[in-house]
């Protein structure tokens, strides 16, 4: 079945230090895929989609690109900030299913400053 | 507001009484859909409306779980004789309609503790 598999956290980062979390997937078809974030005491947001193969979400400095390839969308800021600091979350929509989410376990990351 | 909102953001609840999660999605919003995130976890898929029509429950745990959307806009999670792995935090989310590059708007969840 479809699922997803992101890097364990907790990630702790210096201010302005590049951040990566890997995120890879299984999956029928071509699923569009996301990165949601959730900020401490809020609900989740969309931080950055791709649809098809190659594009590149962008959204706040973040990064991922749809690599079909490699079953990837790994997640890339080049200079974090304290305010990043949250839970991120890798996801995947199902074709053919309603399109509902499957999440990854989530990766917490700590921005020092 | 303008974004999905859910009520109540707490519940605390004995074991064996029954609960009711309340949604309001974005105005105009089609699609419907309920996620179960246990602590430590990823959002896991309950249920989905599109309008009043509830096309997939597959993710629903048992058949203490029942979902419902009227009138096809407002829903209400219900949980019936709660068990403490009901424990939970319960998010909501809608999209405007139920395609894989819509995206889908969260709400902030009610966080249900069941003693």
């Known amino acids: 079945g479809n699922s997803v598999t992101q890097m364990e956290g907790p990630v702790t980062l210096s201010e302005e230090a590049f951040l990566t979390i890997n995120c890879t997937y299984t999956?029928?078809?071509?699923?569009?895929l996301f990165w949601y974030v959730q900020y401490p005491g809020e609900g989740l947001q969309l931080l950055l989609k791709?649809?098809?193969?190659?594009d590149k979400g962008s959204n706040k400095g973040f990064e991922a690109t749809y690599r079909k390839e490699t079953t990837s969308f790994h997640l890339e800021k080049g200079s974090v900030q304290v305010s990043d600091s949250a839970v991120y979350f890798c996801?995947?929509?199902?074709?053919?299913?309603?399109?509902?989410?499957?999440f990854g376990k989530g990766t917490l990351l700590t921005v020092n400053p | 507001g303008a974004g999905v909102s859910q009520s109540p953001r707490y519940k605390v609840a004995k074991r064996g009484q029954d609960v009711a999660l309340r949604c309001d999605p974005i105005?105009?919003?089609?699609?419907l859909f309920w996620y179960q995130q246990a602590l430590g976890q990823g959002p896991e898929f309950l249920t989905y409306?599109?309008?009043?029509?509830?096309?997939?429950k597959s993710g629903l745990p048992s058949d203490r779980f029942f979902a419902e959307r009227p009138e096809g806009s407002v829903s209400t999670l219900k949980i019936q004789r709660t068990q403490q792995e009901d424990s939970a935090v319960y998010l909501c989310?809608?999209?405007?309609?139920?395609?894989?590059?819509?995206?889908?708007?969260f709400g902030d969840g009610t966080r249900l503790s069941i003693l």
């Open positions: 105005s105009g919003h089609v699609s």
């Open positions: 791709a649809t098809k193969a190659d």
């Open positions: 996801a995947l929509s199902h074709v053919g299913s309603n399109y509902k989410l499957t």
């Open positions: 999956a029928t078809g071509y699923p569009s």
């Open positions: 409306f599109q309008n009043e029509a509830q096309l997939d």
């Open positions: 989310a809608s999209s405007l309609q139920g395609t894989g590059a819509q995206p889908q708007h």
